[in-house]
């Protein structure tokens, strides 16, 4: 009888401590692959020609993401910190240094994501704003 306890407890212990994890579950609402359809300067069609994008679709540790975006020319990494009352930071990013012959979206991208303080997740739109009324807007790429 000891032994069946003791193997009971030990096949326990043993779950308990492999379903404990610092990674936390993904988020499928958020955690995609995003294409930016809308940001101030740039139409829909220019956006599109760059296949400007945002890929959120990293483990999340302890609520941070590691991001990555495209916008035609540098890969361009940040972490991001998406709370569940619509606030998100963003870290100032870095990226690949390679000139390319139009690089105004990517500045303009850059400069915005950092300041960007809100989010919220509708459907398959995700919008990012500022505090001063700035917007940017994606849908999921895996939205037909």
Same mark, same amino acid.
């Given at each position: 009888m000891k032994k069946i306890l003791l193997s009971l407890f030990a096949v326990l212990l043993l779950g308990m401590v492999l379903n404990c994890s610092s990674v936390t579950n993904k988020n499928p609402? @958020? %955690?995609? %692959?995003w294409m930016l359809v809308s940001l101030d300067g740039f139409s829909k069609d220019q956006l599109i020609a760059n296949k400007a994008e945002m890929n959120l679709?990293?483990?999340?540790?302890?609520?941070k993401?590691?991001?990555?975006?495209?916008?035609g020319c540098n890969q361009m990494s940040f972490v991001?910190? =998406?709370k569940s009352n619509g606030s998100v930071k963003i870290s100032k990013g870095i990226s690949t240094?390679?000139?390319?012959?139009?690089?105004? @979206?990517e500045t303009s991208f850059q400069?915005?994501?950092e300041m960007m303080t809100k989010y919220?997740?509708?459907?398959?739109? @995700?919008?990012l704003n500022d505090d001063k009324?700035?917007?940017?807007? =994606?849908?999921?790429?895996?939205?037909d």
């Open positions: 609402a @958020l %955690q995609r %692959q679709t990293a483990n999340m540790v302890d609520g993401i590691q991001a990555s975006a495209y916008m991001t910190e =998406f240094m390679k000139a390319c012959r139009d690089m105004a @979206l400069k915005k994501i919220s997740v509708e459907g398959h739109f @995700l919008t009324g700035n917007s940017m807007k =994606f849908v999921a790429a895996d939205w």
